[in-house]
Nanobody, 119 residues
C-alpha cells in the first residue's frame, strides 16, 4: 500500500522561505516520478515540479522556476520542495503525488499540507 504524507506547511510572511516534505512508503519508487502540485482557493490544481526518483532529473512549471527547488533523499524515502521568496499568491494546499515512469496519470496522492502566505 503506497502512502504519501506531506508535512511542513504553515503560515508565513511574504518573502519567507518554507520547505515541504513528502514521506513515501509502501514500495520501491525507483521506477516512479514524484511530483508536487498545489490548489489555491477557487483555483484548479496546478503542477509545480517533478523529479525522477531513480535518476534525480527534475522539471518545473514556469510559475515557480527559480523560486522553488525539488529534491529527494533516497535513504529517507522523502521528497522535498524548497520554496523561496514566497508570495501571497502561493497560498494553497500543496500535494505530493507519484506515478510510474512508464506513463499514465499520477495515481498516488498525499493528503495535502496548507501553506498560507500573508502580505
Amino acid at each position: 500500500q503506497v502512502q504519501l504524507v506531506e508535512s511542513g506547511g504553515g503560515l508565513v510572511q511574504a518573502g519567507s522561505s518554507l520547505t515541504l516534505s513528502c514521506a513515501a512508503s509502501g514500495q520501491t519508487f525507483s521506477s516512479y516520478i514524484m511530483g508536487w502540485f498545489r490548489q489555491g482557493p477557487g483555483k484548479e490544481r496546478e503542477f509545480l515540479a517533478h523529479i525522477y526518483w531513480g535518476g534525480g532529473s527534475t522539471a518545473y512549471a514556469d510559475s515557480v522556476k527559480g523560486r522553488f527547488t525539488i529534491a529527494r533523499d533516497i535513504t529517507k524515502n522523502t521528497m522535498y520542495l524548497q520554496m523561496n521568496n514566497l508570495k501571497p499568491e502561493d497560498t494553497a494546499v500543496y500535494y505530493c503525488a507519484a506515478r510510474s515512469i512508464v506513463g499514465g496519470n499520477y495515481n498516488y496522492w498525499g493528503q495535502g499540507t496548507q501553506v498560507t502566505v500573508s502580505s
